[in-house]
């Protein structure tokens, strides 16, 4: 029995390597993933493998499904990402749902639904004091109005979480993305995980019961907010590790399997040093996480900071690692849907997203200044 999760783990590991196959490189061009690929994933609760089992979930813990997590980062990014959304959403329901509202709304997240989390716009993006999105009372209805922006999966998604203002503070509702008054624009240009189903989403008038409105609002927006981001960051860290090691592994292939001047390239020792710097990001990156997923595990009080600092050593590594591995090799890799192309794209949006480098640097320096205080 002991041995039973590992087993689950690797069947899982397989499954994504078998449904993914060679396909990544076309799903990236067309910018779509197959609808029914992710319904099938979701409804084996795939993409939200730490939901509890009571809700139809896995009730992994967060190393397995990070484990997981970086597996599929190392095929597809843009999937990895769909994960990610979709567990940011049975996450967010967990923290702040009610306990009428858990197994309902999380359940049809392991039952093939997909769900995306909405909380940047234009102008609130780690400023989370200056949302505009308003949620408001209304009878026995709820009013939701504003523009998001940037939401991973919500080209896919049946359930929009949205967080917004409320009279009192904040608070994240659930939106049917198919709710009169609901506008999706895909975002058709996206720089990297071309396929992860970004866009835009516009809620202009929409009315929903008030049972909608999950239990846990009047909070403050960062509060709110940074329960969905701590899940983020933790699987962006370790998809981030996944891209390292994709590249990682490209890289060994062309070096051990090319020669130039009658030697290996992987040989030669300015190409080594690439390979080591590879090897390297990817251990700090993978100690990290470890590390994070541990903590989060644990119920640790530093399982926050500790996702900031796993985001931000796995996303720099895996920008500068891509960044490597094209240089490795060279224009075998620079076309679009090599994985190193895309890894390359890919990473650079993990920068970004779910926190700047900046913004998750910012907190480090505070978190240290504290911590020495």
């Not at 689950?8 to 779509?32: K, P």
């Not at 009571?54 to 967060?62: E, Q, R, T, V, Y």
């Not at 794209?345 to 240290?368: Q, V």
Request: glycine content about 10%.
């Amino acid at each position: 029995m002991a041995d039973a999760p590992h087993a689950a783990a690797s069947e899982a590991e397989e499954l994504f390597t078998e449904l993914v196959g060679d396909r990544a490189a076309e799903w990236d061009r067309t910018g779509e993933l197959p609808l029914s690929l992710l319904r099938d994933l979701g409804s084996r609760g795939l993409l939200c493998a730490q939901a509890p089992a009571a809700h139809g979930g896995l009730g992994w813990s967060s190393r397995r499904n990070g484990e997981l997590t970086a597996h599929v980062g190392a095929l597809c990014s843009s999937l990895r990402s769909v994960m990610t959304s979709q567990g940011m959403a049975a996450w967010t329901l967990r923290r702040l749902a009610g306990a009428d509202q858990q197994a309902p709304l999380t359940s049809r997240l392991t039952s093939g639904e997909l769900a995306a989390v909405a909380f940047t716009e234009a102008g609130a993006g780690s400023d989370l004091s200056a949302l505009r999105t308003r949620i408001a009372f209304d009878g026995d209805e709820i009013v939701v109005d504003g523009v998001k922006v940037w939401a991973t999966n919500a080209a896919y998604a049946d359930l929009l979480v949205v967080f917004g203002r409320t009279e009192e503070g904040a608070g994240a509702v659930v939106v049917p993305a198919s709710a009169p008054g609901v506008r999706i624009e895909r975002i058709a240009d996206a720089h990297g995980c071309r396929a992860a189903g970004h866009a835009n989403i516009h809620l202009d008038g929409v009315r929903l019961p008030a049972d909608a409105l999950l239990q846990g609002h009047d909070r403050t927006p960062a509060l709110l907010v940074t329960t969905a981001l701590s899940y983020g960051r933790m699987s962006v860290a370790w998809g981030s590790l996944g891209i390292l090691r994709g590249c990682l592994a490209a890289a060994v292939r062309h070096t051990s399997g090319r020669e130039q001047f009658g030697t290996r390239l992987s040989e030669h020792q300015l190409v080594a040093r690439h390979l080591a710097e590879l090897f390297i990001a990817e251990q700090h990156a993978a100690r990290a996480c470890e590390y994070a997923s541990a903590q989060w595990d644990e119920g640790s009080p530093d399982m926050v900071i500790a996702a900031v600092l796993a985001k931000h050593v796995a996303a720099t590594g895996a920008a500068r690692g891509a960044e490597r591995a094209v240089q490795v090799l060279a224009s075998a890799g620079a076309r679009d849907g090599h994985v190193v192309a895309r890894a390359h794209r890919d990473a650079k949006l993990m920068e970004i997203i779910e926190g700047s480098n900046e913004i998750c640097e910012l907190i480090l320096a505070r978190h240290a200044v504290s911590a020495a205080g």
